[in-house]
């Protein structure tokens, strides 16, 4: 497994001191991750993968879309090569039940409840 950047990992940054003070009562940088999670994940990923791309693979892939489609996505995070192995397990977390229920909307459940922990979290940094 590749390591992530220690430069470019968001939880190394909050670990540090410096992380920390800076994310201490500064709401709007907590704002702007927020509107970061909801644009990235659910109308950014989400809704370009499972919405859009999942339905109209079926004529090219047949009963496996969803697996091709989780491979694109993994593909898709090349700029980031440490998710590469996590976006892999995706296929079977992301792109099954979007396929298996036909919608777009179980995808973006399942795919924003990491970000809902994460800022849950970050919740907590802001109100010390």
Known sequence: MIPPVASHDFSVFLGSDAGQAFMSGN???FAVIVALFVFNTALGEELLFRGVLLPRM???FGRFDWVAN???FAVYHLHE???IPSSLVDILALSYPSRR???ALMGIIVHS???VFFLA???GLVLQ
């Open 58 to 60: 079926q004529g090219a």
């Open 113 to 115: 409840s990491q970000s």
């Open 27 to 29: 709401w709007v940088w």
């Open 81 to 83: 090569p440490w998710l």
């Open 121 to 123: 979290l970050l919740l």
């Open 70 to 72: 989780g491979f694109l």
């Open 101 to 103: 229920y036909r919608s």
